[in-house]
């Protein structure tokens, strides 16, 4: 098992803003991969390519009254900088197996939760299963760009022939060790619902000429300025829906002080959000964010620029729109010298799932079964998930994977050494068995 993993993470499956033909290639070499790996899999359920390199499996439950459930991940992952390469501990496309970890681009983001599913899938078919229920498996292969071609394709695919699912559930938040102060115990969130998703463009034209004889406003002192009044403009924080629910959750497992805060939020809500606000992790799930992720502008020393341009990147808070956050961000600038420009991929913050519904009490005891250690909670996911393409097939959607993060391990995201635990993934094949086995009613 150890070793599959380990070697899916070698395939360079890795999506950015351009497709390449080698990308694709390695996509068609993972999907050969794949059928070799799981030959009860490929046997006994049927498989769909879709938008290009997307996955659909199709598990048939013996009873067609029951709506199918739908587990999800994708294949893609995100480049690694060249520069950062030699920081990692094992090379980021090695999957070495060592000290505990599996090592790698991919592990906890997401080809763990691929493999983990069709691992639990064979095991299951080894043993005779046959599920009361259908179940799809779906793996994108371009969620890290929006998930546009893979999952979006396969969403319309299924409302095409009338699906309605129970549930969806996503990768997401996870199993939280050491994070939340106040807080002994590790603590499993259940996304229910997540950010939405914009990026603006900034542009400014100026006539350039010699360093020498700068005037008032360059492009870069206008782009700076415009920056400047941004970060002392943040959006308003909010302390309602999934972040508010997650509390009255957790409340009740801190010690008395905390626990007498977090009761009392009507009172207590002020001191709450100052609190949350003062951490990176904690903010975003209380406003919408606004990062500034590229700046260019100037092409020699002596040559003052005609163009800066700077690409911001929000996550809008679920209760607030798209074209909300583009005016305040105008607002916030002031300046008719800074044109704003949307980009193509964006996405309005999801809806919130219901944590009363049979399908939340099904993972929660689904979690409880394969993670006892931990408390559970909803909770709201601050990234974005291909999980938003299914919103029109079920009102039940989540995001969650059990693989414990502790005070060092969110930055792994995304970042360096990238990698899951031995005992984490063993886990992930347990869990994704367990809520197979669990949806049987």
């Given at each position: 098992m150890l070793q599959r993993l380990s070697e899916a993470i070698r395939y360079r499956?890795?999506?950015?803003?351009?497709?390449?033909?080698?990308?694709?290639?390695?996509?068609?070499?993972?999907?050969?991969?794949?059928?070799?790996?799981f030959p009860r899999v490929h046997k006994l359920l049927s498989k769909e390519i879709i938008g290009g390199h997307s996955l659909l499996y199709s598990w048939k439950g013996k009873d067609e009254r029951?709506?199918?459930?739908l587990l999800m991940a994708h294949m893609d992952v995100v480049p690694v900088d060249p520069a950062t390469?030699?920081?990692?501990?094992?090379?980021?496309?090695?999957?070495?197996?060592?000290?505990?970890?599996i090592w790698g681009r991919g592990t906890m983001d997401d080809k763990g939760s691929v493999l983990a599913i069709l691992e639990a899938a064979e095991d299951l078919l080894a043993s005779g299963f046959e599920p009361?229920?259908?179940?799809?498996?779906?793996?994108?292969?371009?969620?890290?760009?929006?998930?546009?071609?893979?999952?979006?394709?396969?969403?319309?695919?299924?409302?095409?022939?009338?699906?309605?699912?129970?549930f969806v559930l996503d990768e997401g938040l996870n199993?939280?060790?050491?994070?939340?102060?106040?807080?002994?115990?590790?603590?499993?969130?259940?996304?229910?619902?997540?950010?939405?998703?914009?990026?603006?463009?900034?542009?400014?034209?100026?006539?350039g000429g010699h360093s020498s004889m700068p005037p008032v406003d360059t492009a870069i002192g206008v782009m700076s300025r415009a920056l400047h009044k941004l970060n002392a403009s943040p959006f308003s924080p909010r302390l309602d829906g999934s972040t508010r629910r997650m509390l009255e959750f957790i409340g009740p497992e801190m010690a008395w002080s905390k626990r007498l805060v977090l009761a009392n939020l009507w009172l207590f809500d002020p001191l709450v959000r100052r609190q949350l606000a003062a951490s990176p992790l904690t903010n975003a799930t209380i406003r919408t964010t606004v990062a500034p992720t590229i700046i260019h502008a100037g092409v020699q020393e002596n040559v003052l620029p005609t163009r800066a341009a700077a690409v911001l990147n929000l996550r809008i808070?679920?209760?607030?729109?798209?074209?909300?956050?583009?005016?305040?961000?105008?607002?916030?600038?002031d300046d008719p010298k800074v044109q704003l420009t949307p980009l193509p991929v964006r996405m309005e913050p999801s809806s919130v799932s219901d944590i009363e519904s049979p399908s939340f009490t099904l993972l929660h005891q689904t979690i409880r079964q394969t993670a006892p250690e931990a408390i559970v909670a909803p909770a709201l996911l601050v990234a974005a998930t291909d999980s938003r393409h299914y919103s029109a097939l079920t009102k039940n959607v989540y995001r969650f994977l059990p693989i414990t993060l502790g005070p060092e391990d969110a930055k792994r995201y995304h970042g360096i050494d990238e990698r899951i635990s031995i005992k984490d993934y063993e886990r992930c094949v347990r869990f994704y068995a367990q809520l197979i086995r669990n949806s049987q009613q």
């Amino acid at each position: 098992m150890l070793q599959r993993l380990s070697e899916a993470i070698r395939y360079r499956t890795i999506t950015n803003q351009v497709t390449t033909d080698s990308g694709s290639r390695e996509f068609q070499r993972f999907h050969t991969f794949l059928t070799k790996s799981f030959p009860r899999v490929h046997k006994l359920l049927s498989k769909e390519i879709i938008g290009g390199h997307s996955l659909l499996y199709s598990w048939k439950g013996k009873d067609e009254r029951l709506n199918p459930v739908l587990l999800m991940a994708h294949m893609d992952v995100v480049p690694v900088d060249p520069a950062t390469e030699s920081s990692w501990h094992h090379p980021p496309f090695s999957g070495q197996v060592a000290d505990g970890y599996i090592w790698g681009r991919g592990t906890m983001d997401d080809k763990g939760s691929v493999l983990a599913i069709l691992e639990a899938a064979e095991d299951l078919l080894a043993s005779g299963f046959e599920p009361q229920r259908t179940f799809y498996f779906t793996f994108g292969h371009d969620e890290e760009v929006g998930g546009n071609n893979g999952a979006a394709n396969i969403a319309a695919a299924l409302r095409s022939r009338g699906v309605q699912l129970e549930f969806v559930l996503d990768e997401g938040l996870n199993i939280l060790d050491g994070i939340i102060s106040g807080l002994s115990s590790p603590v499993a969130l259940i996304g229910i619902a997540e950010k939405g998703y914009l990026t603006l463009r900034l542009t400014i034209e100026t006539p350039g000429g010699h360093s020498s004889m700068p005037p008032v406003d360059t492009a870069i002192g206008v782009m700076s300025r415009a920056l400047h009044k941004l970060n002392a403009s943040p959006f308003s924080p909010r302390l309602d829906g999934s972040t508010r629910r997650m509390l009255e959750f957790i409340g009740p497992e801190m010690a008395w002080s905390k626990r007498l805060v977090l009761a009392n939020l009507w009172l207590f809500d002020p001191l709450v959000r100052r609190q949350l606000a003062a951490s990176p992790l904690t903010n975003a799930t209380i406003r919408t964010t606004v990062a500034p992720t590229i700046i260019h502008a100037g092409v020699q020393e002596n040559v003052l620029p005609t163009r800066a341009a700077a690409v911001l990147n929000l996550r809008i808070l679920p209760g607030e729109t798209i074209a909300g956050a583009i005016e305040h961000v105008r607002k916030a600038i002031d300046d008719p010298k800074v044109q704003l420009t949307p980009l193509p991929v964006r996405m309005e913050p999801s809806s919130v799932s219901d944590i009363e519904s049979p399908s939340f009490t099904l993972l929660h005891q689904t979690i409880r079964q394969t993670a006892p250690e931990a408390i559970v909670a909803p909770a709201l996911l601050v990234a974005a998930t291909d999980s938003r393409h299914y919103s029109a097939l079920t009102k039940n959607v989540y995001r969650f994977l059990p693989i414990t993060l502790g005070p060092e391990d969110a930055k792994r995201y995304h970042g360096i050494d990238e990698r899951i635990s031995i005992k984490d993934y063993e886990r992930c094949v347990r869990f994704y068995a367990q809520l197979i086995r669990n949806s049987q009613q």
